[in-house]
C-alpha cells in the first residue's frame, strides 16, 4: 500500500515536472512568434500550467506567485478579447473602401473604419478655398471626392484628386502653408486634428506608424508628379 502511494506520488512529481517544462517550453515559442494575438494565447496557457504546478506543490511562496499568474492571465484575456473583437470582418462604406485603396492603403479596415469615423466631413462648392497660401494649418485634409487646383502665387503648380492628402507638410512640420488649394467643382474632403490624432494613436499604436506611412507614399507620388511636370514644361520650352 506504502509502495502503491508512493509510486503514485512519484508519477505525480514527473508530471508536474513536465508541466513545468512544457510551460518554459510553451513561453520560449511565445516569443518567437510574430502575432501578438498567437502570443498572448500561448503566454496564457503557459501561466495556466504554471498555475497548476504552483498548486501542486504547495510550497510557501507559491500561492503569491499562484495569485500573480492569474493577474497576468486576466490581463492577456483581455487583450485577448480586444484583438479578436479588432480582427472581425469590417464592411467598409463605398468612401471608406476607397479612402483604402488610395490614400490609406497602409492601414488595416480596422484602422481606416476607427479613423475615418473620427473625422470632421466637410464639402465646398467649385471656386472655394479648401486651403489657403501663407496659413498656419491645424487639420490634417484628405480629399474624398472631387478634384483641386494647386496654386502658388495665383500660378497653378499641381492638380489633387479624391484619395490625396491636402496641406500634409504644413500640417506635419507646423509651418505655414506654402499654397492655395481650391476646388474644382464641388469637393468633399474630411479633417482630423492634431489631438485626435494623438488620442486615436494612443488607443492604437499601430495607427500612427500606418498613418505615418500613407503621408509618406502621398508625399512621394506628389513628388514624383511634380518632377514628371517639370520635366514636360522643360520639353516643351525646348520644342518651342
Not at 49 to 55: D, N, R, T, W
Amino acid at each position: 500500500m506504502v509502495h502503491a502511494e508512493a509510486c503514485a506520488s512519484n508519477q505525480a512529481d514527473l508530471a508536474m515536472h513536465s508541466l513545468l517544462h512544457v510551460a518554459n517550453i510553451l513561453y520560449v515559442v511565445s516569443y518567437s512568434v510574430r502575432d501578438i494575438l498567437w502570443l498572448r494565447i500561448i503566454s496564457v496557457v503557459a501561466m495556466g500550467l504554471l498555475c497548476g504546478v504552483y498548486g501542486y506543490r504547495g510550497a510557501e511562496g507559491d500561492t503569491e506567485a499562484i495569485y500573480w499568474q492569474l493577474a497576468f492571465i486576466a490581463i492577456n484575456i483581455v487583450q485577448i478579447v480586444r484583438l479578436v473583437k479588432e480582427r472581425q470582418p469590417v464592411n467598409l462604406t463605398s468612401v471608406e473602401r476607397r479612402m483604402h485603396e488610395t490614400a490609406l492603403k497602409s492601414l488595416s479596415p480596422q484602422q481606416v473604419r476607427r479613423l475615418m469615423s473620427k473625422a470632421d466631413w466637410r464639402e465646398v462648392a467649385d471656386g472655394e478655398t479648401i486651403i489657403d497660401e501663407g496659413v498656419q494649418n491645424q487639420n490634417l485634409l484628405l480629399m474624398t471626392d472631387g478634384k483641386a487646383r494647386v496654386t502658388v502665387s495665383g500660378k497653378q503648380v499641381a492638380s489633387l484628386m479624391g484619395g490625396q492628402f491636402v496641406g500634409e507638410m504644413s500640417f506635419l512640420t507646423g509651418s505655414k502653408t506654402s499654397a492655395k488649394v481650391a476646388a474644382r467643382g464641388p469637393v468633399k474632403f474630411v479633417a482630423w486634428t492634431e489631438e485626435m490624432l494623438r488620442e486615436t494613436s494612443e488607443k492604437d499604436g499601430g495607427l500612427g506608424t500606418a498613418l505615418q506611412a500613407a503621408l509618406g507614399a502621398d508625399l512621394v507620388w506628389k513628388l514624383l508628379d511634380q518632377r514628371s511636370r517639370q520635366v514636360r514644361g522643360t520639353a516643351l520650352d525646348s520644342m518651342g
